[in-house]
């Protein structure tokens, strides 16, 4: 059984909030999709070498660097001002008018504090 | 005469060439069954205005090149709403992303850019694709047009609307868990799953990155074959994309070996789905393919391992979402509020419970028994699949156990999870699958008495064998249009 307060931890690692009208509903379907997905931890699997024999029996692809190349993708700044047109800070700080300097800089709050 | 709108690619591509028609013309024909029937509909989420330099391109291209143009020059396709246009909104049907425009376009854009296609609007979806109904869409949701009291599937519901309904010639979609070959099995178009690393994923709004395929929604299995000719291959911008040829080569025999797992139909079913996947089934054979009975026992538990590996990625892919680069942001006392305030405003009802989902499986204590479990059971179901693909050539079952259900059928979430129990193992293996329409069958409709509702056939083909997939999936259609 799941309760309220483990949903609220979940939110809470998960950094959303369930409002307290929405906790029994979801803590209540929580339960009936846990009881489902639950059917898995009590499947018997393969254990230890027979595991790994399954799984290594299929003649696997050789091996292949996935990496891009280590060099410039793009030009500099190619994308920042598109990338900075998105920022929850750009309008404000441009108030309207063409991208200036100002503008491009994404504005966090203060995370140190001196108390 | 057909209407321009209602042609395929092919047919489209055609006239175009032979000058019955020009791509002005395709295009208005397309804009205006669009606007005439989203209001009803919607399928898009957004209908975008004319871009005239393309289509002039388009138009002059076929001119000049004229059969040596690609076939996809002046297409106008839908796009789904989690795919990247640049300048364009993609908002992944969520009011996190409903203000976000893209920075840049999506590799299988830009190809489709590049192969001369035009865009004639982005498609509604559930919530960053979780869903299969488009009612988790935060827009509303898409009806199916046969039958407007009842879901079009999802996730790509809009994109599948939009094609059923002749509001685009063709789509794109993706699919994590059957968000392409389910809505187009329920609205009977043809739905395409490309081999995990066929197509490039680079601009495409990430749910599940171990799952997530781009994959066409079109008309026929021509026109699905030749999106995704024009949108696969190996990308820089995708690491998972992979090169031709890395599973080896295969024969494509002329009479197929189709296998059934028969042992997964017995219950669950509609009997008149049965009944007309039988009816299929003995159509290919009576072609001189052969059926083939096959056991699959991990499939049984293959839905509750992939509730457990795509919540688990979808929390981790959208914990980006904070409300601080992009997105929605609403501001709090501390960084901490704002993040909290953020994601709680802009995620709806479905996100946020996968996002729970995701965290909770995840979690120490309940790893080993849920994710690592998910993951070893997915082992197992992979290799259950290539063993049979020794005596098989492709798989078959119902792409779903029902046609398409009515508007808040399924308000238990769990009941809505069990949509996807067929379409989830292609996604967890990484093989190829494909849904196509095999039948019709009746059901009560509150909007006008009886109606026939599409049902699709699937089936699945080993890595990079989607050459099997087509082949098989044309012999339906031509049984299918017999």
């Known amino acids: ?115 | 005469m057909i209407k321009l709108n209602e042609m395929t690619i092919v047919e489209a591509a055609r006239a175009l060439r032979a000058r019955e028609c020009t791509v002005r013309g395709l295009w208005d024909a397309c804009a205006a069954a669009a606007h005439a029937r989203n209001p009803e509909l919607n399928a898009y989420l957004e209908i975008f205005d004319a871009d005239f330099s393309a289509i002039t391109a388009a138009q002059k291209r076929i001119d000049s090149e004229g059969e040596s143009a690609p076939l996809l020059c002046g297409i106008p396709l839908a796009i789904k709403d989690n795919i990247l246009i640049e300048g364009k909104i993609a908002s992944a049907a969520s009011k996190m992303l409903e203000n976000y425009r893209a920075t840049y376009d999506a590799t299988v854009v830009r190809k489709l850019k590049d192969a001369g296609a035009l865009f004639i609007g982005r498609t509604n979806m559930d919530e960053f694709a979780m869903g299969s109904s488009t009612e988790h869409s935060a827009f509303g949701a898409t009806k199916n047009p046969h039958d407007i009291s009842r879901v079009p599937g999802g996730s790509s519901g809009g994109s599948a609307a939009a094609v059923a309904a002749h509001l685009a010639i063709a789509a794109l979609g993706s699919d994590t868990g059957g968000s392409v070959r389910q809505p187009a099995s329920h609205t009977g178009i043809v739905g395409l799953k490309p081999t995990y690393g066929a197509v490039s994923r680079s601009g495409l709004i990430a749910m599940g990155s171990s799952l997530d395929q781009i994959g066409p929604l079109a008309k026929s299995v021509a026109d699905a074959r030749i999106l995704y000719d024009a949108i696969c291959g190996i990308d820089s911008l995708d690491s998972t994309t992979i090169p031709n040829g890395l599973y080896g080569q295969h024969k494509l025999p002329k009479n197929l070996r189709i296998g059934v797992p028969y042992h997964l139909l017995g219950k669950g079913v509609d009997t008149d789905v049965i009944a007309a996947f039988d009816v299929m089934l003995k159509q290919l054979a009576r072609a001189g393919h052969t059926i083939v009975d096959v056991e699959l026992p991990m499939s049984s538990h293959a839905l509750a391992a992939y509730y457990v590996i795509m919540p688990a990625e979808v929390s981790t892919n959208l914990a980006r979402l904070d409300g601080i680069r992009y997105g929605h942001a609403a501001r709090g006392k501390t960084l901490l509020e704002d993040y909290i305030l953020s994601r709680t405003e802009g995620f709806g009802e479905e996100t946020r419970r996968r996002i729970l989902l995701g965290t909770f499986v995840l979690s120490s204590g309940y790893i080993d028994a849920y994710y690592r479990k998910a993951d070893a059971a997915r082992a197992v179901l992979r290799q259950e699949y290539m063993d049979a693909f020794k005596k098989v050539d492709s798989i078959a079952f119902p792409t779903t156990p029902s046609p398409a259900f009515t508007f808040g059928e399924k308000s238990d979430p769990l009941a809505m999870y069990l949509e996807d129990i067929f379409t989830v193992t292609a996604n967890l293996t990484g093989m190829p699958a494909i849904s196509v329409p095999m039948g019709w069958i009746p059901r009560e409709s509150a909007e006008k008495g009886t109606v026939k509702l599409p049902v699709g056939i699937h089936f699945t083909a080993p890595h990079q064998a989607e050459d099997v997939l087509f082949a098989v999936s044309l012999a339906v259609e031509k049984a299918h249009n017999a």
Do not use: C, W
Not at chain 1, 62 to 83: F, G
């Open chain 1, 1 to 115: 059984m799941t309760t309220i307060d483990e949903v609220k931890k979940l939110a809470a690692l998960a950094r959303i909030r369930v409002e307290d009208a929405e906790l029994e509903k979801f803590t209540s379907e929580f339960d009936a999709i846990l009881a489902y997905i639950e059917t898995i931890s009590m499947v018997e699997m393969p254990q230890g070498n027979a595991l790994r024999r399954g799984l290594t029996k299929a003649k696997k692809p050789p091996l292949r660097n996935v990496m891009r190349a280590d060099d410039e993708p793009h030009a500099a700044r190619a994308y920042t001002k598109k990338i900075a047109e998105q920022f929850p800070s750009f309008a404000k700080a441009t108030e309207g008018k063409p991208a200036s300097e100002a503008g491009m800089y994404l504005e966090v709050k203060q995370i140190i504090s001196h108390d």
